[in-house]
Nanobody, 125 residues
Framework: QVTLVESGGGLVQAGGSLRLSCAAS????????MGWFRQAPGKVREFVVG????????YYADSVKGRFTISRENAKNTVYLQMNSLLPEDTAKYYC??????????????????WGQGTQVTVSS
């Protein structure tokens, strides 16, 4: 069992930055691929970015490419999402998730086994 806890969300103006963190407890996240998803009110949850268990591979949704950066620090069992140049359409609840997929970066919700409770990101125009 892995417990994921997100933090770092908040209210920011368009063009600003936020850094989300996802701390894993229980079994180490060392052997899990990790991902960030988001869900805006009235919309389906969508994939944002993922990172392989080794950290050697990442995959970004087109909507965030060039603006968001995912990284992981296995020694701290933590994954980060640096979000720059935020847009109002980035407003959503952001979820961290862990996948047991080995090799590559999972991009679909069903590939992820564990989920955090989410952290709200609101970008004002």
């Amino acid at each position: 069992q892995v417990t994921l806890v997100e933090s770092g969300g908040g209210l920011v103006q368009a063009g600003g930055s936020l850094r989300l963190s996802c701390a894993a407890s229980g079994r180490s996240n060392r052997n899990y691929a990790m991902g960030w998803f988001r869900q805006a009110p009235g919309k389906v949850r969508e994939f944002v970015v993922g990172i392989s268990w080794s950290g050697g591979s990442t995959y970004y949704a087109d909507s965030v490419k060039g603006r968001f950066t995912i990284s992981r620090e296995n020694a701290k069992n933590t994954v980060y999402l640096q979000m720059n140049s935020l847009l109002p359409e980035d407003t959503a609840k952001y979820y961290c998730a862990a996948s047991q997929k080995i090799g590559g970066v999972p991009t679909r919700s069903f590939e992820y086994l564990y989920w955090g409770q989410g952290t709200q990101v609101t970008v004002s125009s």
